[in-house]
């Protein structure tokens, strides 16, 4: 079942693409499925500040267009995850960054890069292992994490940010 709004949300031009499909086609992809996706990891949201219904967290996947921007114009702490589809302890991580941003959402920003698809802003950023995650306050690296970690490492070091 189509949200009620969700004509008017997809009005926004903000709005990019959810899995690689155009929004415009979501009505469709909701009819072949019966429902409306759910995984935040398979939703792209370029920073428009708006949080389509379906969606139940606030994580953002960012590239070399949006990512400068979403980071100096944060008024709250960022923490950054370089992760790629290929990669296991990505897909560990990933459930406890969509817990922290559902749990945080005013407080902190979760945001993904995709390494395989922004290979000059991972590079720009000097990742050499994922996942690797970047902790940004005021637009500046504060802290950074190579590889797996707890939700509480991860929440000590954002709290320590605020």
């Not at 969700?6 to 979501?26: C, F, K, M, P, Q």
């Not at 996706?37 to 139940?56: E, R």
């Not at 950054?80 to 302890?89: E, H, L, Q, R």
């Not at 000059?120 to 504060?142: A, D, H, M, Q």
């Amino acid at each position: 079942m189509l949200p009620d709004n969700l004509e008017e949300w997809l009005s926004d031009e903000s709005v990019r693409e959810i899995g690689g499909n155009s929004l415009t086609n979501l009505p469709a992809l909701v009819q072949a499925s019966g429902t409306p996706p759910m995984n935040p990891t398979a939703v792209c949201i370029h920073d428009s500040g708006v949080t389509p219904p379906f969606v139940k967290n606030s994580v953002i996947h960012l590239d070399e267009a949006t990512f400068g921007q979403t980071i100096s114009n944060s008024n709250v702490p960022i923490l950054v995850d370089f992760w790629a589809t290929w990669c296991g302890p990505c897909r560990m991580i990933a459930p406890v960054l969509d817990e922290i941003a559902e749990e945080q959402a005013d407080a902190v920003r979760i945001v993904k890069v995709d390494v395989d698809n922004s290979p000059e802003l991972s590079n720009r950023c000097e990742i050499r292992n994922i996942p690797t995650l970047l902790f940004f306050k005021g637009g500046e690296l504060k802290d950074q994490v190579v590889g797996l970690t707890t939700k509480a490492d991860l929440i000590s070091r954002l709290n320590a940010l605020k």
